[in-house]
């Protein structure tokens, strides 16, 4: 039995660190184990300008612990008023890595989200002639939608006409949580990737439903059925270079999930690299996890592959039941339970 695993220093490519006390409270469990991470622009109001990408960079670089090594990787949100002129000039000075598709209404901050595809043409064209990443919140806000199809219904309604207009356009399909997901991204070209979440690959929608209402399992895309959880187990430990990590760690306090409209989003941060390995273990492809950690992210975005390591080890892990963030309880993913693998310091 394997006891300790050391793999290249991983990156995250979906996370949300929120901003001010948030922001400090929550960046060095990521930036303890990653070295760089895609950082989400939906802040109140949204980071939409490239302006606005540099300030915020700025700002999680100022409250970063000096004894960590991390690089915030700042993406565009989309609007329909997006200027591609200013989105070009962002991705070629370097502040942009990616934009973000937010259909309006989708998902937390998604209020300024595009409410068209046809309304960013413009954009998504100029993003295909430059080679700029597209990560895409991939679900339907049509209220006559279920819940749950949602996803499946985007892919067949607008990323799959959209790819077929622009074959070039290079597409991150963030958090897929469905089989469907899985299998058109196989399909598609090399243009074509997913990011898959830890929850996700534990969970499926009887954890947010059975036994009551369970808030700190209610993310977006929700968890699905069981199917499709193993499908997502099936492709994330593939050795498939189109599937990546991406924990689309999104903290709220303990208060706003436990509301009468409880928050949207699961704050994995914390023990992500835990989580994630306890699948490959169960799967018995603990040899495939350095790829999906940390290889086929950074080669789909075109970046270096980073230099250090970061080790396992088959230790208890035992998950505190709350989190201080800099003075605001914050429940984690995995909350009372022992992990079996533990990231050496």
């Known amino acids: 039995m394997t006891e300790a695993i050391t793999i290249r220093r991983p990156d995250d490519w979906h996370l949300h660190l929120r901003d001010e006390d948030m922001l400090r409270g929550v960046l060095p469990h990521t930036a303890r184990q990653f070295a760089r991470a895609i950082v989400m622009p939906n802040l109140s109001p949204p980071v939409t300008t490239a302006q606005a990408a540099a300030a915020y960079r700025q700002r999680i670089l ?77 679900e339907v806000t049509d209220p006559e939608i279920d819940i749950f199809d949602r996803e499946a219904v985007f892919i067949e309604r607008i990323l799959a006409p959209l790819l077929r207009e622009m074959p070039g356009l290079r597409v991150v399909l963030e958090h897929a949580t469905t089989e469907q997901a899985v299998d058109y991204v196989l399909a598609s070209g090399e243009n074509v990737a997913a990011t898959i979440t830890p929850q996700h690959l534990h969970i499926n929608r009887n954890a947010m439903l059975v036994g009551g209402m369970r808030p700190h399992a209610y993310c977006l895309p929700v968890p699905k059925r069981e199917k499709h959880r193993l499908a997502l187990r099936r492709a994330a430990t593939s050795g498939s270079e189109k599937f990546f990590l991406g924990t689309d760690s999104a903290p709220h306090s303990q208060s706003a999930k436990e509301s009468g409209c409880g928050c949207a989003g699961i704050f994995n941060a914390p023990h992500a690299l835990e989580s994630y390995l306890t699948v490959f273990d169960e799967e018995g492809a603990l040899d495939r996890f350095e790829a999906f950690a940390s290889e086929n992210g950074p080669r789909f975005y075109r970046l270096p592959l980073n230099e250090g390591t970061v080790t396992l080890e088959r230790a208890p892990t035992d998950v505190p039941e709350t989190i201080d963030a800099a003075g605001t309880a914050v429940i984690p993913f995995h909350a009372g339970q022992r992990l079996g693998w533990r990231l050496r310091a």
């Open 62 to 138: 100022k409250v970063l612990p000096q004894d960590l090594d991390f690089a915030p990787l700042m993406t565009c949100y989309l609007t329909d008023d997006t200027d591609p002129d200013d989105l070009a000039r962002g991705y070629a000075e370097g502040v942009f890595t990616a934009a973000k598709l937010y259909p309006a209404g989708a998902t937390t901050n998604s209020a300024n989200g595009v409410t068209a595809i046809a309304n960013i043409r413009r954009v998504l064209e100029r993003m295909q002639e430059i080679g700029m990443v597209l990560c895409v919140h991939g």
